[in-house]
């Protein structure tokens, strides 16, 4: 395969396709708890696990793919918030600084740390990229909020302190199903099917 | 349970119109876009944010869009907006207890300062909402990636990847159909070996969190299979990158696209330079050198 420059097909083709997932999770879906299928409530808690697909682009596929599905990812969230009358604080991701730019840090941080464990067991490297991905989007987005709205960032960052732990489970645990089962696939060893 | 999620998707809301702004080129509603979030997102100055809210309210009622529909998500979110509002009011005014005080009772206290922050705020995110909305609800989808792709064409030649870009856009749009008929078949193939997702109740998180694992974990899967399989499609049919590509679509700019483009550039700029003092000294000194 043609593997000229930053983007050769195949790198294009999954950095679309990434994005095309994340914008399938973030459909609305009405299921009870499930709002949508990368945005699960709780009651008053709500986690998301809208940044996995950016963390398995930056893993597999190097932080420009996750820089790119990171960004695509903040901006539909910012479309979203037009047009996602919720009854949730989602307006406030209308504003570029709290949905697009701290996004933009995901793929290269969770990037960075997947390299920097290089001596870790694979499945350590995947939870500590995830994890560093997840709070990357946390802590950023709340900094952004924190210096956009005047508020506290401590007390907002304590008022989501759960969500911020359910998240960081649930997306390891993703993140390291799902990259074991591509790596498997595409490797031919087994090839599970739905 | 509800598995026609096709129903449920609504990626860009293009409303159709024939008004002055739904007729400008997609690239002059971009640059134009890029103009008002710059000047509204660096002002610190509360008149200067009502300016520019008068600004896009007039756009948005240029292209006949009723205001009330662009500001539903505001309203909507109107208690967690009221809420962080209040609490920045109470936060300013104790980090920043100088000022005039409006109001003193024990140890709460508030400042005109804090009062004014939270209605720049407040202006700044009505007018962030109404602006971002109007491009997607007065221009087509593949319009607006045609236009950003045109736009970023003369930054090619410092690495940008503006074809790249583009087609990612292009093929990722398209993609979201198929992944969405893709997550039908999944939920029904879960629910008929018994995994309920229709009554989950959020009393037991682990159990959502188990029902979810394998709807995401077989469509992450199958978007790599497919991604795999069209590039190898795209090789076959030999693509080679934006070399010499034509499009279907072509876009002309016209006299107005040029005039209303200028127009914004001078108003921001016009706003900016009046409100900000440093660039006033600047000029002044250059003048003094002159």
Known sequence: MNSEGAFNTRRLVITAVLIAVSIVLSIPLNLGPLRALGFISFGAISITILVVPTIIGAILEGWVVGLIVGGAFGLFSMFLATQQPAGSPDALFADPFISVLPRLFIGPVAWLVYQGMRSASENVRLIGASVAGTLTNTLLVIGAISLRLGVPFFATLASVSINVILELIVGAVIVVAVVNAVRGTASGKGKSSV | ?290
């Not at chain 2, 003193?104 to 939270?118: K, P, S």
């Not at chain 2, 709807?215 to 795999?228: G, H, I, Q, S, T």
């Open chain 2, 1 to 290: 349970m509800a598995l026609e999620l096709s129903r449920n998707i609504v990626i860009g809301q293009y409303i159709p119109g024939d008004t002055l702004v739904h007729r400008l080129d997609p690239r002059t509603k971009i640059l134009c876009t890029c103009f008002l979030l710059a000047g509204m997102t660096f002002t610190r100055s509360l008149a200067v944010s009502l300016v520019y809210l008068a600004v896009v309210a007039a756009l948005v009622l240029l292209a006949r869009i009723p205001l009330d529909f662009v500001l539903r998500p505001f309203i909507r979110g109107l208690p967690y907006i009221a809420f962080f509002l209040v609490l920045s009011i109470f936060w300013q005014s104790w980090v920043q207890p100088d000022g005039v005080v409006i109001f003193e009772w024990g140890w709460i206290r508030i400042t005109g300062d804090a009062v004014l922050l939270a209605l720049l705020s407040l202006s700044r995110l009505m007018s962030l909402l109404m602006l971002i909305s109007l491009p997607t609800l007065t221009t087509k989808i593949t319009q607006l990636t045609y236009g950003v792709e045109l736009l970023l064409k003369p930054f090619a030649r410092l690495g940008v990847p503006a074809h790249e870009i583009a087609l990612i856009a292009t093929i990722a749009l398209r993609f979201v159909p198929i992944l969405v008929e893709e997550l039908e078949r999944i939920m029904r193939a879960q629910a008929s070996r018994g995994g309920e997702i229709g009554a989950l109740s959020w009393r037991r998180p682990v159990e959502i969190a188990a029902a979810i694992t394998p709807l995401v974990v077989p469509l992450f899967v199958n978007a790599f299979r497919r991604a795999e399989d069209m590039a190898v499609a795209m090789e076959a049919r030999c693509y080679m990158g934006g070399g010499g590509r034509t499009r279907f679509l072509q876009l002309h700019a016209r006299p107005v696209d040029y005039a209303a483009t200028l127009l914004m550039f001078a108003l921001v700029i016009g706003i900016w330079f009046y409100t900000e003092p440093v660039l006033q000294q600047i000029v002044s000194a250059i003048q003094a050198v002159i």
